[in-house]
């Protein structure tokens, strides 16, 4: 079976500096997996070379046994990634309904001129079920028509989630989602996060300090340390590998 | 380039030639480059520090009868470091975090209203055909010509005397004095002086200063090259130093300096050599006269759109910018509906009263000023879609209503084709325009687009405008246009007129709020919130871009067409020249570039700010009386510059505009005393815990 996602030998430097040393990680349709690694190991720039925010200095992104690695990033969008921000990245002077309308009509491709003209741009009673069964997913129902100025963090986050599922995505890069949150709240975002995931079927690429998210979370996991690839295998067996021990959670202090 | 082997002289000759203005651009682009890199400010009001000095040398020594040394100590020493260190003090320094575009904004305003400034505190009067004097005793009279090619006059030969040394002086400064080396520092990496704790604010202080100094001593060196001192002269040059400092990717020091002299040169080169190529190739011909001053123009517009570097490294031109604060929404989402009903219906009233009194007692003035309101308004509601709506800073919406308003001259005049046909027209052929210019800039986005919308503004000031199919050749008077009529209705009648304009106004502004409500707008409102987030959800930014661009400009194509139907004439150097048009910009913006209202009230601002306030026709009316108008009017319509130039200052705080800033502040005053008499509904929103925008710590 094609994969979801595959990234063959993905390279990356920023003026001389290697940030992404032939990164290799593969996807599987539905599967939940784990990219961990220390602070400034590549995640995010590697999260960038697979949307292409950033151009790749080499390699090869596949979506679905398709090769995007020439797309712009709105068609890769488009064909199935789905992203959700390290540092959040919302529209402001937008109630949170209006996240995902926008997504819903981007995916719909419908945007003609005339149409705005005669009103019928705005928004319509399907339309705006389908993005209140997903608010309903997230719980967000009750923040629908909340400009998101007026969000804490924590359901900003879940906002970029809902975004992001509103394009119907095939795999969904999550960028540290549990950062800003408290012990409680990344519960519940894991806890949602698992529900839709299953109920949707899409495949999840997870970055993630947090160790008990990400062991609990996922089944495969990739270890990311200074742009290469250290090591990779079930979550629970790369969570107690030496080597993540020394470069990861050994400089971090963590216990267990 | 194929040249021959007798034109190596000429060539020579070119260069020398070139070499008096190239140092001056040099100059020009160096202070440029100089608060660019060290307080990110792309300061589009350099043009109006340079005149500033040279309008006081002039005056020093002109009218105060001064002598050269006490006149240039003044003006270049004085005036224009202390010019510098109050802009960076007053305006610069609060805005240190605030956004590329947002500082680009401020210095668009203070553009307009420094010049303004000026000449109301000095009491300068510019006067057409009395030609500055330089700073040498006849200086355009006496010629030395050393290589036996080309002769230099006096004030050519001080231009490159002053370059140089003011070159070696900044040379020196930077190698050999403390704040010089650390100002080296920050020009090279800001990022790495802030971590070695060098006072940031005493040397963007000091760059201000020195950048100051420089933009005088260009002013006054160059002004002997034009007939009259007039500001928008000096406005062009800071064109010219974007494109020099372009060569040099607007970082480099020792680039720009090269770009402004090899500006010089490669103008000159083309003074030279165009004329004999157009002899055998007629359809140069035209060209001939109008490229040549459009040279810094296009060569702008080149770099931007072929250089690599500058396409892909779109954060080159944004070294200090912090976060964009996230712009407030607006009033009219989050107001209650009583409070809406009731502010509605006090507009209506207000506007139904002022419209009744206009057409039952309005006598010929009223009507053209109230008429001039509402056209203006339309073509404002071009910037609204485009700045508004998708962010973006245009600076040529008055070359997309020229392009309205000629169409419309020419359809006219050549076919007798319809006049309200031809505006239609017109505005297609601007959306045409608009669209083939977003496609160039769709990916450069920030300061890179309000940077090549204005050298496209100039190139169609300087080259498209003199052709015979486009301005008709024949400038200022042969660009006549009739009033349209319409079956029963004959617009020639200023009625009836007005009530077309009106019309037309109304359509526009409902379009412009479908758009704003439908797949475009939202598309545009998430685009400008946040670029990475909208492309991550399959937004392509450059057809949003192109869409924006091709509806505003169609829109400022149908109201030029209509402003030049009320003047019946195109008027295109007063009404929609780059500088001229930059003042609307200014307009929008600090009143609400947002809202229809805004576009509305900039219109008023426009053509009723002087006639009302400032010639003290309100005061006359409360007085029941013209003759009891108090003393101090009419106040000098300049104030009108300088009051809504500096108001554009607090784009960068509220990005709203004025108007929706104060709507904003008194329906929170409004709706607390209605809450007051009324038991709170709802307890205190239990969502508000944390802003969602907080910076989080980097990794
Ligand atoms: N645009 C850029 N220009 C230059 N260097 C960059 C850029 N983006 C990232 N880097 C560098 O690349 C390396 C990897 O950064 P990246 O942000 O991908 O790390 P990360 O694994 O996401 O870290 P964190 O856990 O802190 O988010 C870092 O050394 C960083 O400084
Ligand atoms: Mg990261």
Redesign the interface.
Known sequence: MTPALRAIDVKKSFSGIVALDNVTIEVAEGERVGLIGPNGAGKTTFFNCLLGVLRMDGGKVELAGEDVSRLPVHRRARLGIGRTFQRIELFPDSTVREHLLIAERTRRGDGRLWKDLVGLGRPKADEIARCDEVLELLGLADLADEPIERLSLGKGRLVEVGRALMTEPKVLLLDEPSSGLDRAETAALAQTLGEVQSQQGFAILLVEHDVEFVSTFTTRAYVLDFGRLIVEGPTREVMASDEVRTAYLGDLEVAE | MLLAASAGEDVFRAILQGTPPGAVFALIALGFVLTYKTSGVFNLAFGAQAYISAAMFFTARVEWGWGIVPSVVLSVFLLAPLLGLVLERLIFRHLRTASAVSKLVVTIGLSVALPNLFDLVVGFQPVAGRTPVGIVADGADVFYDPFGTYAFSRNELMSIGVAVVGMALLAALFRFSAIGLAMRAVVESPRMTELNGIRADRISAFAWALSSVFAGLAGVLIAPRFNTLVAPDFFNLVVVAIAAAAIGRLVSLPRALAGGLGLGIFIALFDTFLPRWSDDLTWLQPFQDNLTPSMPFVVLFGVLVLWPSIRRARDAGDPLAGVDP?????VA??RSARLTLATRLFGVAFLGVAGFVLFVRGDAVWLFLVTQAVVLATIYLSITVLTGFAGQISLCQGSFAAIGAFTVYQLANRYDASVLVATLAGGAIAAGVGALLSLPVRRLGGIWVAIATLAFAFFFDAVMVKFSWVGGGTLFQGTRVPRPTLGPWDFADDKAFLVLALVVFVLVSL?VI??R???????L??L???E??????????ARARL?AFS?SAFIAGIGGGMLAMHQENVNYGNNFAPFAALFWLVLVVSLGARTVEGAAQAGAAFSLFDAVILRGALFGWILRSPERIPGIFPISPKWRFVLFGLSCIQFARHPEGLVEHGKRRAMLRAETRLARKRPPASPP?P????????E?P??
């Open positions: 996230p712009p407030p929404s607006l989402a989050s379009a479908q758009i409500e439908g797949t475009i707008g939202r598309t409102r998430a400008r919130g946040s990475l987030a909208a492309e991550s959800i399959g937004i392509s930014p869409a509806i929103d969502v508000a815990e944390a802003p969602v925008r907080t989080e980097v990794g």
